[in-house]
C-alpha cells in the first residue's frame, strides 16, 4: 500500500475538516494523491469533540443489514457504503491509530476507557500529517471558479483566491451546532451551480411540551426509566428525561421524523407514553384490583407498580385516560413542537440523493462529490450518525481515486 502522498501527485481538495473529510483525506493520501483540506475553523473536528463530551458512540455492533435500515429511505445507498466501510472497518481504523474500542450492552461501540475521543483525533491527525495531508484551518469556501475550481478565502488574512484540484470532495457538515462551524451555508454556493438543498431540520432533538407554571416548578428535571415512548406506529424503549421545556433522551430523539411528520400534519403532535412496557395487559389489570379506597393514587403507584415521583404529577398534568390502566401504559402528551435546530445533535435535509449519482458525484458538476452529513439523510443516534459519515467518506474517496486514476 502506499503510504505518502507526493507533492507531484494530482492534487485532491476537500472542504470540511469533519470525519467524512478527514477519513477520505486518509483514503486519498494513502492511495498516493496530494490532499489538501480547507477547514473554516480555527481546529478541524470540532463536531466530533462535541459528541465526545457525550456517550460518543463511535459506531455500532448491529448486523449490517439492520445497521443499513437505520437511514430509513438511504438504506439501499448505505448497504453499499457499510459493506465497503463496515463498523469492523471503523474499529479496525481506530484501533491502527492505537485506540482500543467496546461494544456496550446496548450495541454502541465506545473508546475504550483509556482513552478519550479528543485523543482519538489527536492519534488521527497525527496520522494525516504522516501522511503528508496538508490541512488549511482559516480556510472558508466561498463556491465554485470554473469548470473545475473552487473559491476560497483565507480568513486569518481575508484573501480570495482560487485552487483547481483534479477532484474535490465537499464534507461540509449539516446544519446543527452551528458553533462547530456546521453552519449549513453552502447550500447557497451549490444553489448558484443550481444543486437545490433540502430544508434543514432538526433531528435527533429534544421535544416541547407546554407544561403547566405548577409542573414545572414541582417536577423540574426527572427521569423516567424503563419506559416506552411511540409515535406514527414506532415504539421506541429506553429512558426519557421531563425537563422545563418538554422531553429529552433517546426514546424522543429516535422519534424525531415521526414527529416531525405528525406535527406538519398538525399541532399538537401526539406521543404515547407507556410507563410499564414490561407487564402485559392481563397482569396490569391484576394490579389495579389490588387498589382499596382508601389508597391515594402516589401510594397506590407506588406498592402496585413500583411507580413513584414524579408519575403521579404526571398524570394529573395530562389529559390522561379515566381508566388508570390506559393511562400508565398509552398516556397521550401532547407535543407543540421540536427544539431549535441549533442544539440538535443532527440535522436532515441538505442534498438530495437524487442530485449525485452512485458515487456521491454531483450530477451537475462532475468531478465534484458530496460525503457526510451534508447529504440529506438522517439516522438515529447510537453510533449511526458518525459510521454514516466515515463510510460515505471512505465511499466517494474510493470513487475519487478511481476518477484521478482513470480507473
Ligand atoms: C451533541 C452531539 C453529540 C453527538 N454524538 C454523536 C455520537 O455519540 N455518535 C454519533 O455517531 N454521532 C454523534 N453526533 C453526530 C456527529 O458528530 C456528526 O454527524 C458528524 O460530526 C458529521 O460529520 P461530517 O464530517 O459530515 O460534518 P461535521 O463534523 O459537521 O464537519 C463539517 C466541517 O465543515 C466545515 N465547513 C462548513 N462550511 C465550510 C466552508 N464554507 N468552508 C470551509 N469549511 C466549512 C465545518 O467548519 C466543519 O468543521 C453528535 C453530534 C452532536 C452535535
Given at each position: 500500500?502506499?503510504s505518502f502522498?507526493?507533492?507531484?501527485?494530482?492534487?485532491?481538495?476537500?472542504?470540511?475538516?469533519?470525519p467524512?473529510?478527514?477519513?477520505?483525506?486518509?483514503h486519498?493520501?494513502?492511495?498516493?494523491l496530494?490532499v489538501?483540506?480547507f477547514?473554516?475553523?480555527a481546529?478541524?473536528g470540532?463536531?466530533?469533540l462535541?459528541?465526545?463530551?457525550?456517550?460518543?458512540?463511535?459506531?455500532?455492533?448491529?448486523?449490517?443489514?439492520a445497521?443499513?435500515a437505520?437511514?430509513?429511505a438511504?438504506?439501499?445507498?448505505?448497504?453499499?457504503?457499510?459493506?465497503?466501510f463496515s463498523?469492523?472497518?471503523?474499529?479496525?481504523?481506530?484501533?491502527?491509530l492505537?485506540?482500543?474500542?467496546?461494544?456496550?450492552?446496548s450495541?454502541?461501540?465506545?473508546?475504550?476507557?483509556?482513552h478519550?475521543p479528543?485523543?482519538?483525533?489527536?492519534?488521527?491527525l497525527?496520522?494525516?500529517?504522516?501522511?503528508?495531508v496538508?490541512?488549511?484551518?482559516r480556510h472558508r469556501w466561498?463556491?465554485f471558479?470554473?469548470?473545475?475550481?473552487?473559491?476560497?478565502?483565507n480568513?486569518v488574512?481575508?484573501e480570495?483566491?482560487a485552487?483547481?484540484p483534479?477532484?474535490?470532495?465537499?464534507?461540509?457538515?449539516?446544519?446543527?451546532?452551528?458553533q462547530?462551524?456546521?453552519d449549513?451555508?453552502?447550500?447557497q454556493?451549490?444553489?448558484?451551480?443550481?444543486?437545490?438543498?433540502?430544508?434543514?431540520?432538526p433531528?435527533?432533538?429534544?421535544?416541547?411540551v407546554?407544561?403547566?407554571?405548577?409542573f414545572?416548578?414541582?417536577?423540574?428535571r426527572?427521569?423516567?426509566?424503563?419506559?416506552?415512548l411511540?409515535?406514527?406506529?414506532?415504539?421506541?424503549?429506553?429512558e426519557?428525561?421531563l425537563?422545563?421545556?418538554?422531553?429529552?433522551g433517546?426514546?424522543?430523539?429516535?422519534?424525531t421524523?415521526?414527529?416531525?411528520?405528525?406535527l406538519a400534519?398538525g399541532?399538537?403532535?401526539?406521543?404515547?407514553?407507556?410507563?410499564?412496557?414490561?407487564l402485559?395487559a392481563?397482569?396490569?389489570?391484576?394490579?389495579?384490583?389490588r387498589?382499596?379506597?382508601?389508597?391515594?393514587?402516589?401510594?397506590?403507584l407506588?406498592?402496585?407498580?413500583?411507580?413513584?415521583?414524579p408519575?403521579?404529577t404526571?398524570?394529573?398534568?395530562?389529559p390522561?385516560?379515566?381508566?388508570?390502566g390506559?393511562?400508565l401504559?398509552?398516556?397521550?402528551?401532547?407535543?407543540?413542537?421540536?427544539?431549535p435546530?441549533a442544539?440538535?445533535i443532527?440535522s436532515?435535509?441538505?442534498?438530495?440523493f437524487?442530485?449525485?449519482?452512485?458515487?456521491?458525484m454531483?450530477?451537475?458538476r462532475?468531478?465534484?462529490f458530496?460525503?457526510?452529513?451534508?447529504?440529506?439523510?438522517?439516522?438515529?443516534?447510537?453510533?449511526y450518525?458518525?459510521?454514516g459519515c466515515?463510510?460515505?467518506?471512505?465511499?466517494?474517496?474510493?470513487?475519487?481515486?478511481?476518477q484521478v486514476?482513470?480507473?
Open positions: 500500500m502506499p502522498s507526493s507533492p507531484a501527485a494530482p492534487l485532491v481538495a476537500i472542504v470540511g475538516g469533519g467524512a473529510g478527514l477519513l477520505a483525506a486518509q486519498l493520501a494513502e492511495a498516493g496530494r489538501q483540506v477547514e473554516q475553523k481546529t478541524v470540532r463536531k466530533f462535541v459528541a465526545g463530551h457525550g456517550g460518543f458512540n463511535l459506531t455500532n455492533g448491529e448486523d449490517l443489514g445497521f443499513a437505520r437511514y430509513g438511504a438504506a439501499p445507498f448505505f448497504g453499499q457504503a457499510l459493506a465497503h463498523p469492523a472497518r471503523l474499529r479496525q481504523w481506530a484501533a491502527d492505537g485506540i482500543g474500542t467496546f461494544v456496550g450492552t450495541g454502541r461501540v465506545f473508546p475504550d476507557a483509556q478519550t479528543a485523543d482519538l483525533l489527536r492519534a488521527w497525527r496520522r494525516l500529517g504522516d501522511l503528508g496538508e490541512i488549511k484551518t466561498l463556491g471558479a470554473g469548470e473545475r475550481g473552487l473559491r476560497l478565502q480568513e488574512t481575508g480570495e483566491f485552487v483547481v483534479a477532484a474535490t470532495l465537499l464534507a461540509l457538515g449539516g446544519a446543527s451546532w452551528p462547530t462551524g456546521s449549513g451555508h453552502w447550500t454556493a451549490l444553489a448558484a451551480i443550481g444543486v437545490p438543498s433540502q430544508p434543514f431540520a433531528t435527533n432533538c429534544g421535544a416541547e407546554a407544561w403547566s407554571a405548577f414545572k416548578e414541582k417536577v423540574g426527572a427521569p423516567l426509566k424503563n419506559i416506552a411511540s409515535c406514527g406506529g414506532h415504539t421506541v424503549r429506553g426519557i428525561m425537563t422545563d421545556y418538554g422531553l429529552e433517546t426514546p424522543v430523539y429516535a422519534l421524523p415521526q414527529l416531525r411528520a405528525a400534519a399541532t399538537p403532535a401526539w406521543l404515547s407514553l407507556n410507563l410499564k412496557p414490561d402485559g392481563a397482569d396490569v389489570q391484576r394490579r389495579l384490583t387498589r382499596r379506597p382508601a389508597d391515594s393514587l402516589a401510594s397506590f407506588g406498592s402496585a407498580f413500583s411507580l413513584k415521583a408519575v403521579p404526571l398524570l394529573r398534568e395530562l390522561a385516560p379515566a381508566d388508570l390506559a393511562a401504559t398509552a398516556l397521550p402528551i401532547p407535543v407543540a413542537g421540536l427544539r435546530l442544539e440538535a443532527s436532515a435535509g441538505g442534498v438530495p437524487a442530485e449525485v449519482d452512485e458515487k456521491l454531483l450530477r451537475r462532475p468531478g465534484t458530496v460525503a457526510g452529513e451534508m447529504l440529506d439523510w438522517e439516522a438515529p443516534t447510537g453510533g450518525l458518525l459510521q466515515f463510510s460515505t467518506g471512505a465511499w466517494a474517496a474510493q470513487a475519487i481515486n478511481n486514476n482513470g480507473l
